[in-house]
T-cell receptor, first 118, second 114 residues
Framework: AQKVTQAQTEISVVEKEDVTLDCVYE???????LFWYKQPPSGELVFLIR??????QNEISGRYSWNFQKSTSSFNFTITASQVVDSAVYFC???????????????FGGGTRLMVKP | EAQVTQNPRYLITVTGKKLTVTCSQN?????MSWYRQDPGLGLRQIYY???????DKGDVPEGYKVSRKEKRNFPLILESPSPNQTSLYFC?????????????FGEGSWLTVV
């Protein structure tokens, strides 16, 4: 069965610091997708990124970057020069592809609460 | 604007009083589902629907019902709510029902059962 672990339940940093949120996953499938979502204090879930298991290229989007390493089953998320507006709960999630997952179910980690202090 | 809309956003109810949380999407998505979010557990899938009149159980279906009579709507029904159903609920949709398609979530419905 699939599983996602976010070992850091809470992280506190000072504005402008870099911070990395860890995500480790387990799956028996060779084809799967990994996601990151942001949940600000208002509660909605904001989609950040989707990566498939065949694409291990790291991705950068502004101050956000993602490091996907199949060898360690990790999909870590780094925020560079953090800002107060980055304060939120961040979820990593896994979706096994195709017929193995007819319900398109996302398996979520427990989330990491990031607090960025001014 | 493409969106998934849930109502109500906030609700306090009493044990045993039937309630329905509505969900509607305007993206013509085939797939819709419901998740609940609990501290430390992330989100867990309750029910999903791959198309009209096609629904199935997710990980935590006990105490819930759903229906999919129209493509755009997917209400969540709690026939006899209990305090352990106090949670934050999310409706979600994706264009296709297969694993890997990006899922878009509604804004969430905070439900408290006393």
């Amino acid at each position: 069965a699939q599983k996602v672990t976010q070992a850091q339940t809470e992280i506190s940093v000072v504005e402008k610091e870099d911070v990395t949120l860890d995500c480790v996953y387990e799956t028996r499938d060779t084809t799967y997708y990994l996601f990151w979502y942001k949940q600000p204090p208002s509660g909605e879930l904001v989609f950040l990124i989707r990566r498939n298991s065949f694409d291990e290229q790291n991705e950068i989007s502004g101050r956000y970057s993602w490091n996907f390493q199949k060898s360690t089953s990790s999909f870590n998320f780094t925020i560079t020069a953090s800002q107060v507006v980055d304060s939120a709960v961040y979820f990593c999630a896994l979706s096994e592809a195709g017929n193995n997952n007819a319900g398109n179910m996302l398996t979520f980690g427990g989330g990491t609460r990031l607090m960025v202090k001014p | 604007e493409a969106q998934v809309t849930q109502n109500p956003r906030y609700l306090i109810t009493v044990t045993g009083k039937k309630l329905t949380v509505t969900c509607s999407q305007n993206m013509n998505h085939e797939y819709m589902s419901w998740y609940r979010q609990d501290p430390g557990l992330g989100l867990r899938q309750i029910y999903y629907s791959m198309n009209v009149e096609v629904t199935d159980k997710g990980d935590v279906p006990e105490g819930y019902k759903v229906s999919r009579k129209e493509k755009r709507n997917f209400p969540l029904i709690l026939e006899s709510p209990s305090p352990n159903q106090t949670s934050l609920y999310f409706c979600a949709s994706s264009l296709l029902p297969w694993g890997g398609n990006t899922i878009y979530f509604g804004e969430g419905s905070w439900l408290t059962v006393v």
